[in-house]
């Protein structure tokens, strides 16, 4: 059961990130000894309007995550080769750049079977390796059926592996990804995978949504405090052109409605704006389809 004082304490502890973001357009996690060429470094790609193509960074190694689009990527990689392709779900606007990414590159492309231009079909529940590092895949359906993520593990020194959640379109920060194909219970339910992960994950959505996302987490919500700090933080990030992301799986826990169905203050606020009428209803994946449809209209 998440209480309030656990939440809090999560929230504190966000505050070392919020410092590493100000770092404009790149986000380091270098360990302190002398493994300089093996740090992994992950940094947003922007693309269309509100896109996010992830580029990681290893040993001189390079994959981007979702390139809907491949003239970003051209330009943010140079003369450098691209090492592979990662992709968590059928949509144009993550798939779109891999034909002529790969026309130039011949790299591997990972994700969904289903999808044309991937190579390597990624299995739900199976590990891989990639830039060296371990590599779990998850089956998240609910806003198409075929959605995956990603989660890269990187060992630190002090043994605490530290995880990176690479989830399209599913889970937002302070939102989730709208019901194009799967039903409330299976994002429900994927959702609840995804935050099952350990509060320090890193979380990297597909859409820079966060200001959006947090005025209808603040309506669903409106005595939770760290939704309040949460939207003067990414404000002042917005303010400066700085990306919101990543995110954690934490402050998720402490702000995101869709993730905090359990919550009776959220559950109220969506039975009485549910399209059914009806009163407080206690369960959860009943209190999450009432959000999703609630946002839809916000
Ligand atoms: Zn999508």
């Given at each position: 059961?998440?209480?309030?004082?656990?939440?809090?304490?999560?929230t504190?502890?966000?505050?070392?990130?919020?410092?590493?973001?100000?770092?404009?357009?790149?986000?380091?996690?270098?360990?302190?000894?002398?493994r300089a060429?093996?740090?992994?470094?992950?940094?947003?790609?922007?693309?269309?309007s509100?896109?996010?193509?992830?580029?990681?960074?290893?040993?001189?190694?390079?994959?981007v995550v979702?390139?809907?689009?491949?003239?970003?990527?051209?330009?943010?990689?140079?003369?450098?080769?691209?090492?592979?392709?990662?992709?968590?779900?059928?949509?144009?606007?993550h798939?779109?750049?891999?034909?002529?990414?790969?026309?130039?590159?011949?790299?591997?492309?990972?994700?969904?079977?289903?999808?044309?231009?991937?190579?390597?079909?990624?299995?739900?529940g199976?590990s891989?390796?990639?830039?060296?590092?371990?590599?779990?895949?998850?089956?998240?359906?609910?806003?198409?059926?075929?959605?995956?993520?990603?989660?890269?593990?990187?060992?630190?020194?002090?043994?605490?592996?530290?995880?990176?959640?690479?989830?399209?379109?599913?889970?937002?920060?302070?939102?989730?990804?709208?019901?194009?194909?799967?039903?409330p219970?299976?994002?429900?339910n994927?959702?609840?995978?995804?935050?099952?992960?350990?509060?320090?994950?890193?979380?990297?959505?597909?859409?820079?949504?966060?200001?959006?996302?947090?005025?209808?987490?603040?309506?669903?919500?409106p005595?939770?405090?760290?939704?309040?700090?949460?939207?003067?933080?990414?404000?002042?990030?917005?303010?400066?052109?700085?990306?919101?992301?990543?995110?954690?799986?934490?402050?998720?826990?402490?702000?995101?409605?869709?993730?905090?169905?359990?919550i009776p203050?959220?559950?109220?606020?969506?039975?009485?704006?549910?399209?059914?009428?009806?009163?407080?209803?206690?369960?959860?994946?009943?209190?999450?389809?009432?959000?999703?449809?609630?946002?839809?209209?916000?």
């Amino acid at each position: 059961m998440r209480d309030s004082v656990s939440l809090a304490a999560r929230t504190i502890t966000t505050g070392p990130q919020v410092i590493q973001r100000k770092l404009p357009y790149m986000i380091s996690f270098q360990l302190p000894d002398q493994r300089a060429t093996k740090m992994l470094s992950i940094s947003p790609i922007p693309a269309f309007s509100d896109n996010y193509i992830w580029h990681l960074e290893r040993d001189g190694a390079h994959w981007v995550v979702d390139p809907g689009d491949a003239k970003p990527v051209f330009e943010a990689l140079g003369d450098k080769p691209l090492g592979g392709i990662l992709i968590t779900h059928h949509h144009l606007d993550h798939t779109g750049g891999i034909a002529k990414l790969r026309e130039r590159y011949a790299c591997p492309v990972y994700g969904p079977g289903t999808i044309d231009g991937v190579t390597n079909p990624l299995a739900a529940g199976e590990s891989y390796e990639i830039l060296g590092l371990p590599m779990r895949v998850m089956d998240v359906p609910g806003h198409t059926l075929d959605h995956l993520a990603l989660v890269l593990e990187e060992g630190t020194d002090n043994g605490t592996p530290q995880l990176h959640l690479f989830c399209g379109d599913t889970l937002f920060a302070a939102g989730c990804g709208r019901l194009f194909e799967g039903t409330p219970a299976q994002m429900h339910n994927s959702l609840a995978k995804l935050s099952a992960l350990p509060p320090e994950t890193r979380v990297y959505c597909a859409h820079e949504y966060t200001l959006a996302n947090l005025r209808f987490a603040e309506t669903a919500e409106p005595g939770n405090a760290a939704v309040k700090s949460r939207i003067a933080t990414s404000q002042a990030l917005r303010a400066d052109n700085r990306p919101t992301l990543p995110s954690t799986i934490g402050e998720e826990l402490a702000t995101n409605p869709f993730l905090r169905c359990h919550i009776p203050a959220v559950a109220r606020r969506a039975a009485n704006h549910g399209a059914n009428g009806a009163n407080g209803d206690s369960d959860e994946v009943e209190v999450f389809a009432r959000l999703r449809r609630w946002k839809d209209e916000f």
